[in-house]
T-cell receptor
């Protein structure tokens, strides 16, 4: 049982490039989410999904796209990277996204945009 | 929308001293609050949650509805407690989880 996995661990992009951060979970969780972690800002929710085919915006969605075609996978796409997107990105999942559900986090992806 | 405030960015204490990490939230109902911890080079993980009324690694957290606080406490800090701590309630009526800005705890030898 691998839990929540993320790839890559590190990535350097040039401004304007696009890329996809991968996230997968093997716990059959319905709820998945993406956060970015910035110094002094804590964790901020980018997008989330309550099940396959359903996604919604979080606190800071601009510049990011998501899709949820399967229960297991929840990729995050950066269409045109900007230096402001330099951050550490965490994917998380929980059983159903309810108020008492524990969230399980991936190891993170450290992204630098030059 | 739910808001959560962790007023201290950095908290340094000596080993064996009591620790209190503050968390204040804005919500008039009965929120389910969590504390998550991130040790160096590790992923975020649940430390404890209000609904369980549990003590994990010597930490406890009491929900004070009058003060809208959910402070994390430990009577005697250990060096291995050094980490980043996040207070997190789910947003009322939505599937969004709101995290505080975090408090970095440093326990000095």
């Amino acid at each position: 049982n691998a839990g929540v996995t993320q790839t890559p661990k590190f990535q350097v992009l040039k401004t304007g490039q696009s890329m996809t951060l991968q996230c997968a979970q093997d716990m059959n969780h319905e709820y998945m989410s993406w956060y970015r972690q910035d110094p002094g800002m804590g964790l901020r929710l980018i997008h989330y999904s309550v099940g396959a085919g359903i996604t919604d915006q979080g606190e800071v969605p601009n510049g990011y796209n998501v899709s949820r075609s399967t229960t297991e996978d929840f990729p995050l796409r950066l269409l045109s990277a900007a230096p402001s997107q330099t951050s550490v990105y965490f994917c998380a999942s929980s059983v159903a996204g309810g108020p008492i559900d524990t969230q399980y986090f991936g190891p993170g992806t450290r992204l630098t945009v030059l | 929308a739910q808001r959560v405030t962790q007023p201290e960015k950095l908290l340094s204490v000596f080993k064996g001293a009591p620790v209190e990490l503050k968390c204040n939230y804005s919500y008039s109902g009965s929120p389910e609050l969590f504390w998550y911890v991130q040790y160096s080079r590790q992923r975020l993980q649940l430390l404890l949650r209000h609904i369980s009324r549990e003590s994990i690694k010597g930490f406890t957290a009491d929900l004070n509805k009058g003060e809208t606080s959910f402070h994390l406490k430990k009577p005697f800090a250990q060096e291995e407690d050094s980490a980043m701590y996040y207070c997190a309630p789910p947003d009322s009526g939505t599937y969004k989880y709101i995290f505080g800005t975090g408090t970095r705890l440093k326990v000095l030898a």
